[in-house]
């Protein structure tokens, strides 16, 4: 059975940083692409940050570029958002999201989901 658990939301002020961890069991993130995607009330849902099921190839949402970084540790099978310099429009709930590489979309509900992490930037 395959679970993701993510980890390491909380409140932070604006400029904070924080560090999201997304652990698997039941896959292995060596053969899966990852991403975090999130969620504020009342929008739709977004791809923040994904990387390569290699680790070589990432993408980020251009409003976090510089910002955020994706990384991934395979011998923990743990992948990792860290998030500096935030802002209010950064909060919402993180969902960590693994799909098989034949995939090929980041789109659509494919994959597996954690269950999110609540990430809060007060101004």
């Known amino acids: 059975q395959v679970q993701l658990v993510e980890s390491g939301g909380g409140l932070v002020q604006t400029g904070g940083s924080l560090r999201l961890a997304c652990a698997a069991s039941?896959?292995?993130?060596?053969?899966?692409?990852t991403a975090w995607f999130r969620q504020a009330p009342g929008k739709e849902r977004e791809l923040v940050a994904a990387?390569?099921?290699?680790?070589?190839?990432?993408r980020y949402l251009d409003s976090v570029k510089g910002r955020f970084t994706i990384s991934k540790d395979n011998a923990k099978n743990i992948v990792y958002l860290q998030m500096n310099s935030l802002k209010p429009e950064d909060t919402a709930v993180y969902y960590c999201?693994?799909?098989?590489?034949?995939?090929?979309?980041?789109?659509?509900?494919?994959?597996?989901w954690g269950q999110g992490t609540q990430v809060t930037v007060s101004s």
């Open positions: 990387i390569s099921w290699g680790g070589g190839v990432t």
């Open positions: 999201n693994a799909r098989a590489p034949s995939t090929e979309t980041w789109s659509g509900d494919f994959g597996f």
């Open positions: 039941g896959l292995s993130f060596t053969r899966y692409a």
